[in-house]
């Protein structure tokens, strides 16, 4: 019998600091460890071929869950109130 498929989880994130993304990636890895089949950026090596806009969208699309790690700076570049680091949340967001 087939082994059963993993819910899908995405999580989308701001890259607020070295400590944020460590939390997050330590996140992404305990959910892996609980059998979630959990995917972030932090996890693709180098520039993904279609770019990072289309692989934020298809992740989402993909997903059975997305969790949103929303910080202060998370809702302002959401709200473009900020204009430094990515913009993925924005797109994210949407």
């Known amino acids: 019998m087939p082994e059963p498929q993993k819910p899908k989880v995405f999580i989308s994130y701001s890259h607020d600091s070295d400590?944020?993304?460590?939390?997050?990636r330590d996140?992404?890895?305990?959910?892996?460890?609980?059998?979630?089949?959990?995917?972030i950026d932090q996890y693709i090596n180098g520039f993904p071929p279609e770019g990072w806009l289309i692989?934020?969208?298809?992740?989402?699309?993909?997903a059975d869950f997305v969790l949103l790690?929303?910080?202060?700076?998370?809702?302002?570049?959401?709200?473009?109130?900020?204009?430094?680091?990515?913009?993925?949340?924005?797109?994210?967001?949407?």
């Open 19 to 24: 400590a944020h993304r460590d939390f997050v």
């Open 27 to 39: 996140l992404s890895n305990r959910l892996r460890t609980d059998g979630l089949d959990c995917l």
């Open 55 to 62: 692989w934020m969208e298809t992740q989402i699309e993909l």
């Open 69 to 94: 790690v929303c910080t202060e700076n998370y809702l302002k570049r959401f709200r473009g109130q900020e204009r430094v680091g990515g913009k993925g949340v924005t797109h994210e967001g949407e």
